[in-house]
């Protein structure tokens, strides 16, 4: 046995396991395919992780790093490939080596949902982007799109909208997903949010330069130009490596566990987006945490509280 634990993912739920697991005397390894830190990687801000009433996705992905490697050095940018059971744990595969592990803890995370409609791949690199922090920068002062509705949508926007951009927010229904504060703050800082809206294609030569948009409720539509957008329509979770190993998934397709974490088979856990639920930097921690302290009941030691 190489090690008793492995983590696979070191986002927020990850990072949270490798602490805990080292911790409690868990012979620990945490292997992220990039680097710490996650989806928070690319926050350009965060403003409800209790103790930072205001710090970016990239300094706090630091300070979770930092942390993490006072207890175990995580391998990053070791991309898993396959995860088997064998006769009294399961091997580990990835980039660089195998590795036999008693308990694994899935905390892959959720990567970004795609529209699916013409020109949106073509485009992807060329004026479409999934990521305001990384590219917001090249659309100063032009006109952009952000499609989404939820927290992440709103926030692109008003990162967008502080660049001095002229930030369009459309969404397919009459109502945003995002939290009031957002909301409220969309509407302090001007951005047009265009409601009953879907995107119908993407046009453009060698980059985009306008969106076929269509009305919902009028099925009326209508070609405008813009620079850019950036596509925020939610997450799609991680499961491949989990239902190779006969994980069950919940109806909305995340990893089911229950209240410690645990998933159908034994010495199996899930923690953070890979479960779906609530989604924050916050509850991810707490179920890496729990998600660690479970797995002792299958390494032959005592729960430690
Ligand atoms: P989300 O909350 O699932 O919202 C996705 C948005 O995209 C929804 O408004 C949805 O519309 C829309 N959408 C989905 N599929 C679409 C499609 N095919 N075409 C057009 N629109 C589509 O996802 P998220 O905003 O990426 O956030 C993910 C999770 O992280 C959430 O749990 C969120 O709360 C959390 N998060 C939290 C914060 C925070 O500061 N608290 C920040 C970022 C993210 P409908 O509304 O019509 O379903």
Redesign the pocket.
Known sequence: MDYELAVIGAGPAGVAAGIYAIRAGISTIVIEEKMVGG?IVI?PW???YPGYENISGMELAEIFKNHLKKYVEPHELEPVKDISKTEDGFEVGTSKGKYEVKAVIFATGATY?M??VPGEKKFSGKGISFCATCDGFFFKDKKVAV?????????EALYLKNLGIDVHLI???DQ????KT?QEELERKGVHIVYNT??CCFNGDQKLESIELKDVNSEERRTEEFNGAFV????VPNTELAKDLGVNLNDNGYIKVDDFQRTNVKGVYAAG?ITGG???IVTSCAQGAQAALASTEVLGKQYPF
């Open positions: 989806q926050s965060i403003e409800n949902r529209l699916n499609i989404g509705g939820g927290n992440a949508a709103a926030i969404h397919r229904r945003l997903r995002a939290e957002y879907v995107v925020s329509v939610g997450l987006d609530a989604r924050q």
